[in-house]
């Protein structure tokens, strides 16, 4: 299995642009995860989906960002307008409700300047 | 709620020595624990879990952690570090024993140093 996929891997952008995270998550996996790690805050749960649905974005920011998941085999992310205090890295997770263990991707890395 | 302390921001330590990085956790009910590792540039990936069971658990890269539920703590440790074992380490606990809603500590930075 490959995995869970996130890309891109890195990206700079300027403040005020619009930013789309993706994740593609191990297939079978009911859960969804979307963290953010900084070096001041550690890492957060942003948001999280079961079967498609979103369960619980209590962790999402503000109203600047927002994520999706059309399909088990799709989410997204999106930040809207960017602002320079989004830069960190943003990982998508997943897991099952049978399992013990959540996958990560290897991260989208977010530079705003 | 829960929540989790890594006591240690940093732990610097010669290679073969053994470690010890500490975990602390708080929960009005019971947990499942985890401890992940971080190399630099990747996602984290688990090392090991607490389910149930003996309190001595033992994982990948010769690394081992035990639950201790009157101090509430879950310590990993490894008897002989080497140089790639240099990364962040993080505790986390789960109220839900598909250990699907994850609380992370702050992570602990293991550095080896030949």
């Known amino acids: 299995d490959a995995g869970v996929i996130q890309s891109p891997r890195h990206e700079v952008t300027e403040m005020g642009q619009e930013v789309t995270l993706r994740c593609k998550p191990i297939?079978?996996?009911?859960?969804l995860f979307w963290y953010r790690q900084t070096m001041m805050r550690g890492l957060e749960l942003l948001i999280y989906?079961?079967?498609?649905?979103?369960?619980?974005d209590s962790g999402m920011p503000e109203d600047r960002f927002s994520a999706k998941m059309p399909n088990a085999s799709f989410s997204t992310l999106k930040i809207q307008p960017s602002e320079p205090r989004d830069s960190a890295v943003y990982f998508c997770?997943?897991?099952?409700?049978?399992?013990?263990?959540?996958?990560f991707g290897e991260g989208s890395w977010l530079t705003v300047v | 709620a829960q929540s989790v302390t890594q006591l240690d921001s940093q732990v610097p330590v010669f290679e073969e020595a053994p470690v010890e990085l500490r975990c602390n956790y708080s929960?009005?009910?019971?947990?499942?624990l985890f401890w992940y590792v971080q190399y630099p540039n990747q996602g984290l990936q688990l090392l090991l879990k607490?389910?149930?069971?003996?309190?001595l658990v033992k994982g990948i890269n010769g690394f081992e952690a035990e639950f201790n539920k009157s101090q509430t703590s879950f310590h990993l440790r490894k008897p002989s570090v080497h140089i790639s074992d240099t990364a962040e380490y993080f505790c986390?606990?789960?109220?839900?024993?598909?250990?699907?809603?994850?609380?992370f500590g702050g992570g602990t930075r293991l550095m080896v140093k030949p």
């Open positions: 989906f079961n079967n498609n649905v979103p369960i619980d």
């Open positions: 929960s009005s009910v019971s947990v499942y």
């Open positions: 607490y389910l149930s069971g003996s309190t």
């Open positions: 986390a606990v789960s109220v839900d024993n598909a250990g699907n809603m994850l609380t």
């Open positions: 997770a997943g897991g099952q409700l049978s399992g013990n263990t959540i996958y």
């Open positions: 297939s079978g996996h009911d859960y």
